[in-house]
């Protein structure tokens, strides 16, 4: 990604990219949430999984740790590289309305000052790819410690196909009155016994189901990090 600036629709990138996303004939998401102050875990699973994603989804609750990540890219030519050409962030109960950040853009070297640009973080977003309608929220709104109903309502009323919300920091994944939604989890502090956790989200078009995901997140005997599929679901 060489494009930050955000757009009306509130998404992170290039309109080109957004447009680009919405007519692609397939897509992959990366979703994560409640990072919670730990930017580096979220620097390394963009590194290993942005590639390849046409957007990431952060579900709020660490929306300073996605902007010192984008300052992280913008001095650093690999990392800028792994960053989907689209973000989507939203406001969690623990975010606040607007963040500061910098990015080098084009002159990844350093040759040139940062851009220094003011993102405003909304509490819903809802955007396109590959022919869905994506609803994106954090989730404490829509009381979501209680029951999904309130969340999908919303939704539907947006037609939206997929919902992808956070707050809980437990993993979740089902289809509800013809929605499908999704919570990743928590990369930081995740409860009810489930371990760290993210997921990615792929479908190949309008009319085809969609490939969920979740991925565990282990700290490895030397101090690195090491991601793997997990099936133990609520």
Known sequence: MNVLEQLDSNLIGSKEAAAALE??????????????GHPDLLEEIIRVFGPGCGALVHCGDGAG?????????GRNVRLAEAFPPVIVPVRGNGDGEWYPAEFLGDSPGGEEPPVRFRFSLAPQTVFSAAGRTV???????????LGLERLVNTASLRTADLVLYG????PQYGETAGSLTLNPGSCAYPRGGFPPSFATVAFPGAA?????????????????LDFSPFSKMP
Request: aromatic share 12%; charged share 20%.
């Open 23 to 36: 007519s692609a004939p397939g897509a992959r998401l990366l979703v994560v949430s409640d990072t919670h």
């Open 65 to 73: 740790d996605l902007l010192q990540v984008f300052s992280h890219a």
């Open 135 to 145: 609803f994106v929220t954090h989730g404490h709104g829509y009381s979501v410690h």
């Open 167 to 170: 707050h809980t920091h437990r």
């Open 208 to 224: 085809e189901r969609f490939d969920v995901g979740f991925y565990e997140i282990r700290k490895t005997r030397f101090g690195g």
